[in-house]
């Protein structure tokens, strides 16, 4: 293994914690054939210029990492896991920025990855509306074959609890993609009044205006507004979740015959 490999790993974990480090190591690998140690110091040091606020950069090594713990969680590698990360990173970044992540990627791959220490970094850098939609993603990539391994749901419970993620917004995002099957990709309409429920975190007892005010939190809660920092691109992708949220009230006020 090159030496500029480990040196691109000691310099992000010096500057940007486990993140940096495996951000680092990957980087590592893509200057490993020329020795050029001078790239990467200047990549990481424009990279921490800004401190420690969260962008757009740092979300996707963040959704790159915490895919390689999700993918490997049931000791397989599948093809339809891989299309699914590549064709996210592909409409998140743009082609070329995909390319860098999707090496990044396969180096993570090969790795042990302390999930907690990540989830931490993670937890401390970015808002609960970006953790969120952090979560919403890893639940596409273990859903990317239409059935989630209980491995992998552990794996993601696990991700939830180190980001203070609640078990009701576990469950609520769960339940756009497990009740509903393949109709939780996008562009898909039905959820299901049991799947809707579940969504807006409330019980089938619950009353009218229950109902509604479950989901004006809901609403607030995963507007795409709240990941505005990370661009429009994720803005975009958190629209999904949020058209799932009203489904759902669609969903209940039909069942119940609400206006």
Same mark, same amino acid.
């Given at each position: 293994?090159?030496?500029?490999?480990?040196?691109?790993?000691?310099?992000?974990?010096?500057?940007?914690?486990?993140?940096?480090?495996?951000?680092?190591?990957?980087?590592?690998?893509?200057?490993?054939?020329?020795?050029?140690?001078?790239? %990467?110091?200047?990549?990481?040091?424009?990279?921490?210029?800004?401190?420690?606020?969260?962008?757009?950069?740092?979300?996707?090594?963040?959704?790159?990492?915490?895919?390689? +713990?999700?993918?490997?969680?049931?000791?397989?590698?599948? @093809?339809?896991?891989?299309?699914?990360?590549?064709?996210?990173?592909?409409?998140?970044?743009?082609?070329?920025?995909?390319?860098?992540?999707?090496?990044?990627?396969?180096?993570?791959?090969?790795?042990?990855?302390?999930?907690?220490?990540?989830?931490?970094?993670?937890?401390?850098?970015?808002?609960?509306?970006?953790?969120?939609?952090?979560?919403?993603?890893?639940?596409?990539?273990?859903?990317?074959?239409?059935?989630?391994?209980?491995?992998?749901?552990?794996?993601?419970?696990?991700?939830?609890?180190?980001l203070g993620i609640?078990?009701?917004?576990?469950?609520? %995002?769960?339940?756009?993609?497990?009740?509903?099957?393949?109709?939780?990709?996008?562009?898909?309409?039905?959820?299901?009044?049991? $799947?809707?429920?579940?969504?807006?975190?409330?019980?089938?007892?619950?009353?009218?205006?229950?109902?509604?005010?479950?989901? @004006?939190?809901?609403?607030?809660?995963?507007?795409?507004?709240?990941?505005? +920092?990370?661009?429009?691109?994720?803005?975009?992708?958190?629209?999904?979740?949020?058209?799932?949220?009203?489904? $759902?009230?669609e969903e209940v006020?039909?069942? @119940?015959?609400m206006n």
């Amino acid at each position: 293994m090159g030496f500029i490999k480990w040196l691109g790993g000691g310099i992000g974990w010096t500057l940007g914690g486990p993140i940096g480090a495996l951000a680092g190591f990957a980087l590592g690998a893509l200057f490993d054939t020329s020795s050029n140690v001078e790239s %990467i110091n200047q990549t990481f040091n424009q990279q921490n210029q800004q401190g420690q606020r969260t962008q757009a950069g740092d979300f996707g090594m963040s959704m790159v990492i915490l895919s390689a +713990s999700v993918m490997k969680a049931d000791n397989r590698i599948m @093809r339809s896991e891989l299309d699914f990360v590549k064709a996210y990173l592909v409409q998140q970044f743009g082609v070329e920025k995909a390319k860098e992540l999707t090496i990044a990627l396969k180096e993570v791959l090969n790795h042990d990855i302390s999930v907690r220490q990540v989830c931490l970094q993670i937890r401390a850098n970015m808002t609960h509306a970006m953790r969120l939609q952090l979560l919403h993603y890893l639940f596409g990539v273990a859903y990317a074959d239409a059935n989630a391994h209980k491995s992998e749901l552990n794996m993601l419970n696990t991700i939830a609890r180190y980001l203070g993620i609640s078990q009701k917004d576990f469950h609520s %995002i769960n339940a756009m993609f497990s009740y509903s099957g393949s109709s939780s990709r996008p562009g898909s309409s039905m959820l299901g009044v049991s $799947a809707s429920y579940k969504i807006l975190e409330i019980s089938s007892k619950a009353t009218d205006d229950e109902v509604k005010k479950a989901y @004006r939190k809901m609403a607030v809660k995963y507007h795409p507004d709240k990941v505005a +920092s990370l661009g429009e691109e994720f803005q975009n992708a958190a629209k999904e979740k949020f058209q799932k949220v009203q489904q $759902a009230y669609e969903e209940v006020k039909k069942s @119940r015959g609400m206006n």
